[in-house]
């Protein structure tokens, strides 16, 4: 059984920064791209980032480019989400996730994802 647990959500100030944590635990974890999701109120979950745990290879969505930074620590079994200058827009409650399939762009798709964590807070205050 495969299991995420997030921590590292928070309130913050626009301009500032938090860091995500994703530990991942389970067997076969090398199938599995891994990334990040976030769902504000009343919108759906957005794709914002992805991780191969194989090669690290990175992929981001244009709306986090340049701010946000995805990266895994193998030998934690531990997946980040850096994010620098934070916007009240990046208000939601963000989740990891793995998946076996990427679209078509490259980007993972939340019905295709296998696992998801809890979810964490991020509340950027204006």
């Known amino acids: 059984q495969v299991q995420l647990v997030e921590s590292g959500g928070g309130l913050v100030q626009a301009g500032g920064s938090l860091r995500l944590s994703c530990g991942v635990s389970g067997r076969g974890l090398t199938q599995y791209f891994m990334g990040w999701f976030r769902q504000a109120p009343g919108k759906e979950r957005e794709f914002l980032a992805r991780?191969?745990?194989?090669?690290?290879?990175?992929l981001y969505v244009e709306s986090v480019k340049g701010r946000f930074t995805i990266s895994r620590d193998n030998a934690k079994n531990t997946m980040y989400l850096q994010m620098n200058s934070l916007k009240p827009e990046d208000t939601a409650v963000y989740y990891c996730?793995?998946?076996?399939?990427?679209?078509?762009?490259?980007?993972?798709?939340?019905?295709?994802?296998?696992?998801w964590g809890q979810g964490t807070q991020v509340s950027v205050s204006s």
């Open positions: 991780i191969g745990w194989s090669r690290g290879g990175t």
């Open positions: 996730a793995l998946s076996r399939s990427l679209s078509d762009i490259g980007t993972m798709r939340a019905r295709d994802i296998a696992y």
